[in-house]
């Protein structure tokens, strides 16, 4: 069945930078476009952005456009995302997902940004 484990959350301070890292199973994944979500303390799951197949398309949520940066290896069946210059409004449960509503999508793993 389909699998989504993500990593790599943490806490850091404002400022700093975190890589997030998923792995899929269990599906074809250099077919799919992936997807980022994140949702924070008492707030709805918001995505935050999504990577084309291949892996040379992009797109972000204007909250992290020019800060966050989504790429794949599809060898590896694996997503990523960096994030840099984080801030406390960044700090969410950030979750991998097969689509844009995050309808299928792993654990969610926490960042946490606080000086």
């Known amino acids: 069945q389909v699998q989504l484990v993500e990593s790599g959350g943490a806490s850091v301070q404002p400022g700093g930078s975190l890589r997030l890292s998923c792995a899929a199973s269990?599906?074809?994944?250099?077919?799919?476009?992936m997807h980022w979500l994140r949702q924070a303390p008492g707030k709805g799951l918001q995505w935050i952005a999504s990577i084309d197949a291949g892996g040379d398309g992009t797109n972000y949520a204007s909250a992290v456009k020019d800060r966050f940066t989504v790429s794949r290896d599809n060898a590896e069946k694996a997503v990523f995302l960096q994030m840099d210059n984080l801030t406390p409004a960044d700090t969410a449960v950030y979750y991998c997902a097969r689509d844009s509503s995050g309808f299928v999508r792993g654990q969610g793993t926490r960042v946490i940004v606080s000086p």
């Open positions: 269990g599906f074809y994944f250099s077919v799919h476009s």
